[in-house]
């Protein structure tokens, strides 16, 4: 986030918005709120794995619309691609599906990965329509959810956050590059 000042009625007053007459003076990013379901995301980006559940990646980018390259680079920071996997935080399968996002869109399984990844590839093309085919503010959503990217005015000053939105552009230049 960032720390803003600015003179209001013949006082210096601060403030996190960016109001007119405002200017900067401090940058700064928070832990995660426990209730948050970010997760910290840089780590090892690792080389492209496009073997991985190809069919179905190829399928749900066509039936969505979202950038097969993109939906990739969320799938591999989110879970490496395991079928299996469940974070700390509680979401599970490829993509890494909360269980609110799962019942929204009436996944049966979050462990089939058909399922979790045309899921993702869904609720993808709903945050990239929602931000204007922004994908900074759709994978800071997809990570931190769509709530903390409208409190935040675009990605949280969580550090998971900027980490996980840092990894999924470094992983979404490689698939591109890659396919």
Avoid: C
């Avoid at 090892?44 to 073997?51: A, I, M, S």
């Avoid at 920071?77 to 700390?88: K, L, W």
């Amino acid at each position: 986030g960032t720390l803003y000042q600015r003179q209001q009625d013949g006082a210096t007053v601060y403030s996190t918005r960016n109001l007119p007459g405002s200017t900067p003076v401090l940058k700064f990013t928070v832990q995660t709120p426990e209730e948050s379901p970010a997760h910290e995301g840089l780590g090892q980006v690792g080389t492209p794995r496009l073997d991985r559940h190809a069919q179905a990646f190829r399928a749900a980018a066509k039936a969505t619309k979202v950038d097969d390259a993109f939906l990739r680079a969320i799938a591999h920071a989110e879970s490496g691609f395991d079928v299996t996997a469940v974070s700390p935080k509680g979401a599970q399968g490829v993509m890494q599906l909360m269980p609110e996002v799962a019942n929204q869109y009436g996944v049966t399984d979050p462990y089939d990965a058909t399922q979790s990844i045309q899921t993702g590839a869904r609720h993808l093309q709903w945050l990239l329509q929602r931000y204007g085919n922004d994908y900074t503010r759709a994978a800071a959503a997809y990570n931190a959810g769509a709530g903390a990217v409208a409190r935040y005015g675009g990605v949280p000053p969580y550090r998971e956050t900027q980490a996980y939105v840092q990894k999924v552009a470094a992983l979404h230049a490689l698939y591109r590059a890659a396919m």
